[in-house]
């Protein structure tokens, strides 16, 4: 009862809000929808963050946005509140509640100096790279 109160004082009370059935792919198809917004208001440190990788579905009604350092984790967590409002007045439903949290597996990003290592790292992936490289007689060192 003391939360239902707390809510109140603030002028969210949740009970009276709606609670309507979503799908993730209007999840997904709102992700995209606001992350163009942001990058349409200069917020290009939010946009990339949010195209990098789609929500991930939490528990209940809850969804993650990882972040890859703690400088986009700062500045997305001052405009998180807007977010979460968006999401909640979009599916209709003002149980979504959307988290971050810092990727603790971060993708090491490799600079490869020459077209050779390149084609050589890619075709550790897909070994075809191989046969079309010698059909087409391709030159890979440029």
Known sequence: MEKQE???T???YIGNQPKE?????QVKMLWRRFAFEMKE??????????IKREPIRAENEQFKMLLDNQIQHDYITTHLQDMNAYFRKELKNYNVQICLELNDKPEEETKYLTGKDKFQ????KNPNLHTLKNMFN???EY
């Open 138 to 140: 391709l030159d890979v």
């Open 41 to 50: 208001r200069g917020m290009e440190t939010f946009y990339n963050a949010m």
């Open 6 to 8: 707390e809510n109140q």
């Open 21 to 25: 059935d979503y799908s993730f792919d």
């Open 121 to 124: 790292a890619l075709a550790r």
């Open 10 to 12: 603030q002028g969210t």
